[in-house]
């Protein structure tokens, strides 16, 4: 499946498949007519206090991308993340829209890599790769 981002402004495209705006607000000026939005997930979007200190810090990149990470643990974003994973599911490509100006770093791009690394498969590396290795090791081992 193929994850892009794209601002809720420009035209819509046939690749573009199904169209999900991650905004909690309307974006302004534009009719719903023109946004051609298949799905509007307002709980995606960070809080109104997260939105505006990254507003005021945008090269606190890494800080607003763990703030937001941590916000959509919370149950009510839950729910919609798991929407979003049920609209993505089976298709050839999801778009999710913004409203923002800055068209590298903003939500959907965290939840652009959320969707990703939905679809990568275990590879057994990494801290929990050796975990597993460690646990199973130790429950070969004969007791003393």
């Not at 990470?69 to 929407?83: I, V, W, Y």
């Not at 800055?102 to 965290?110: K, L, P």
Request: charged letters at 35%; a positive charge.
């Amino acid at each position: 499946m193929k994850v892009s981002v794209k601002r809720v402004y420009q035209e819509p495209s046939k690749d573009d498949g199904v169209r999900v705006l991650v905004d909690r607000l309307w974006p302004r000026a534009l009719p719903k007519e023109r946004a051609a939005v298949d799905a509007w997930l307002r709980d995606l979007a960070p809080s109104d206090a997260l939105r505006k200190w990254f507003h005021q810090r945008p090269a606190a990149w890494e800080t607003f991308r763990k703030r937001y990470l941590k916000e959509l643990a919370a149950p009510q974003e839950q729910e919609a993340l798991s929407e979003l994973y049920r609209l993505a599911h089976g298709k050839k490509s999801v778009t999710l829209l913004f409203a923002s100006k800055n068209e590298d770093r903003n939500n959907a791009t965290v939840l652009r890599d959320l969707l990703n690394g939905m679809r990568k498969p275990p590879t057994g590396t990494g801290p929990a790769g050796a975990r597993i290795t460690r646990d199973r090791q130790a429950k070969k081992m004969p007791r003393k």
